[in-house]
């Protein structure tokens, strides 16, 4: 089945810096990349997601990569805010034959952003 | 739109005794509910996708008749943790796919989550 790494678990950036959080995954029938912020007892919040036929996309200050060849994905999040502070979480899903996929989480990254 | 609601928010419950969880749609329908337990500090696990009308699927490891999972209806999805013991506290977290009307989409809308204790 589907297994997906991310690095690193935690994160510390001053405010105003950029902020890089990877991910990979094993099968390369994924097709569907979404990432989650969830903050503490909260739910997990979709921030940005890609889909397997784009390399790239863009949100103002959150952009999502996607690398097929090496089955890697990243978050980028520039001029970091206190209140980007939160656990960020990839997941990667397979969609097949009209069924919707079941997302596979990463472990997640604590981001801390100091003021 | 696209609001997942979760009832209750929070419940403590003695050892032994059932334990419902209800994951509802609000705007929208959803052919497909998927359950996910989460211990503190850590990631979302799937137990069980839920689709409407027909027996739910587990994940490996789940056991089937301790997690009893209904999806009765488009917009209502139940999880009932029977003969609740101490190892079953957790954070029990629901999404719903909304799917457009034509077009087929991936996207998981999360409920708020239920954090069950059981003493």
């Known amino acids: 089945g589907e297994n997906v790494e991310q690095h690193p678990s935690t994160l510390s950036v001053q405010e105003g810096d950029s902020a890089v959080i990877k991910c990979t995954y094993s099968d390369s029938a994924s097709n569907y990349f979404p990432w989650y912020k969830q903050e503490l007892g909260k739910r997990p919040q979709l921030i940005i997601d890609?889909?397997?036929?784009?390399g790239e996309k863009k949100d103002q200050r959150i952009a999502v990569t996607l690398n097929k060849t090496a089955k890697h994905f990243s978050l980028h999040i520039t001029e970091t805010q206190p209140e980007d502070s939160a656990v960020y979480f990839c997941a990667a899903s397979i969609f097949w034959g009209g069924s919707q996929g079941n997302l596979i989480f990463g472990k997640g990254t604590k981001l801390s952003v100091k003021p | 739109g696209a609001v997942v609601s979760q009832h209750p928010s929070r419940v403590i419950c003695k050892s032994g005794t059932s334990v419902k969880i209800e994951c509802r749609s609000l705007?929208?329908?959803?052919?497909?509910m998927f359950w996910y337990r989460q211990f503190p500090k850590q990631s979302l696990m799937l137990m069980a996708t839920?689709?409407?009308?027909?027996?739910?699927?587990?994940e490996q490891g789940v056991e089937k008749d301790k997690f009893l999972i209904n999806h009765a209806s488009l917009t209502l999805s139940t999880l009932t943790v029977t003969s609740a013991h101490p190892e079953d506290s957790s954070f029990y977290i629901c999404?719903?796919?909304?799917?457009?009307?034509?077009?087929?989409?991936?996207?998981?809308?999360f409920g708020p989550g239920t954090r069950l204790t059981v003493l």
């Open positions: 890609i889909r397997s036929n784009v």
């Open positions: 839920s689709n409407e009308g027909s027996k739910a699927t587990y």
């Open positions: 705007d929208f329908q959803a052919t497909t």
């Open positions: 999404s719903a796919v909304r799917g457009l009307a034509g077009a087929r989409t991936d996207t998981q809308y």
